[in-house]
């Protein structure tokens, strides 16, 4: 197999070829993106390889033909012959040849490095140094190292404005996050996937790697990147109306710097996210409320705040926004079942649901001048539904 490594170069070889250029550097644009886990390298030596022949095979048997039909034509003096099936044994022959040649190209040459790639692709058992869980959730995922007790969301970073066309869009449009998913460089990190709601399903293209996350089943996959950078994908199973707006970011960084990551997110995780070292005031809880608002609120509520009456309420003016607090973040802890208002206690940091309470009670025609605490939501969530 190694032996056959230059197959992956080859679609630069043929550009390089044609247009002079170097041939080794990069895949070219139209190509496959950059493989940088051995699984991505295997996928497309694996695909290359079998192009290769196929299309070999395939230009030979049109050669063949074509020579055929120019050679054999009526024109020619040819006479076409009336058998229905093979009469002596050089038709048998004829007949038998290519058939055992099938199975010896589709069992031996295309079988075995497919069976070589899929063994590995499945070889999760060994040697993990690393375990991360990724939960899929109509539409963000969320990502936890259980050994180290981190755990994150990672949703959409893309204004909604850009996405309404009102604002030019950015160079990764569609394709970035707030919380970006970090891993070391060189270490074999072990991934299980289950979903929340509906199937997504986990997909970076330069890994090689998509896997469906489903609900119920916890499902396995590795990824080793040799190659420090940053690698985007998307959802890339059909769940809703926002399935579009759930990329995949990953940082991949060497291992010093994925420790200090790691170490900055655990720090992070006892005291909530964006969180201040003491309290929320005003200020800060509108500024974060804000951001929480834009990305986790806004494609059902709208920026302006009136919602799309029936489907989705206003906030504007809600009662329930210049009501009771304790009801105000209960709704928003625990949503509203059998309604598309969903339950973000999970999805969403104590002090991230404090601020966008805050958000919301102060903004708009809202005056109800109150901070809302991450200990308050807290408290709400321990005393339940
Ligand atoms: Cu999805």
């Not at 979903?195 to 997909?203: E, K, M, T």
Request: aromatic share 10%; charged share 15%.
């Amino acid at each position: 197999m190694r032996g056959l490594s230059f197959l992956n170069k080859l679609p630069g070889l043929l550009l390089a070829v044609a247009g002079g250029g170097s041939a080794w550097a990069e895949l070219p644009p139209y190509s496959f993106p950059q493989p940088v886990t051995p699984i991505a390298h295997e996928t497309l030596h694996v695909h290359n390889l079998f192009m290769v022949i196929a299309l070999s095979l395939f230009f030979a048997v049109l050669a063949l033909m074509l020579y055929s039909f120019w050679a054999h034509s009526k024109a020619r003096g040819h006479k076409a012959s009336s058998f229905v099936a093979p009469t002596s044994r050089k038709q048998w022959l004829w007949v038998l040849t290519p058939f055992v040649g099938l199975l010896i190209l589709d069992y031996g040459v295309f079988g075995i490095p497919a069976y070589h790639a899929v063994l590995q692709y499945e070889d999760t058992k060994n040697n993990a140094d690393l375990v991360v869980k990724v939960t899929g959730s109509q539409w963000l995922w969320e990502y936890e190292f259980p050994a180290e007790g981190v755990r994150f969301t990672s949703r959409l970073s893309t204004p909604r404005e850009q996405i309404e066309n009102t604002q030019a869009k950015n160079p990764n449009y569609l394709l970035e996050v707030d919380n970006p998913l970090v891993l070391p460089v060189g270490k074999k990190v072990r991934f299980i996937t289950t979903s929340n709601d509906v199937i997504h399903s986990w997909w970076v293209p330069a890994f090689g790697v998509k896997r469906d996350a489903i609900p119920g089943f916890l499902r396995e996959f590795w990824v080793k990147v040799d190659t420090a950078g940053t690698y985007r994908g998307q959802c890339s199973e059909l769940c809703g109306k926002e399935h579009g707006y759930m990329p995949v970011v990953v940082h991949a960084v060497p291992e010093a710097e994925f420790k200090t990551w790691l170490a900055a997110k655990k720090a992070q995780a006892s005291g909530g996210s964006g969180a201040p070292a003491a309290a929320w005031n005003m200020e800060q809880a509108m500024a974060q409320g804000e951001k929480v608002y834009a990305s986790a609120c806004a494609a059902c509520h709208q920026p302006h705040g009136k919602g799309m009456p029936p489907a989705f309420p206003a906030l504007d003016g809600s009662q329930i926004v210049n009501g009771p607090v304790d009801e105000h973040i209960k709704q928003v802890l625990f949503g509203k079942p059998n309604t598309a208002m969903a339950a973000f206690g999970a999805s969403l940091s104590d002090a991230d649901i404090a601020a966008v309470v805050t958000f919301e009670r102060n903004h708009w025609g809202n005056k109800t001048g109150d901070v809302v605490q991450a200990e308050q939501v807290a408290k709400l969530k321990r005393v339940g539904q």
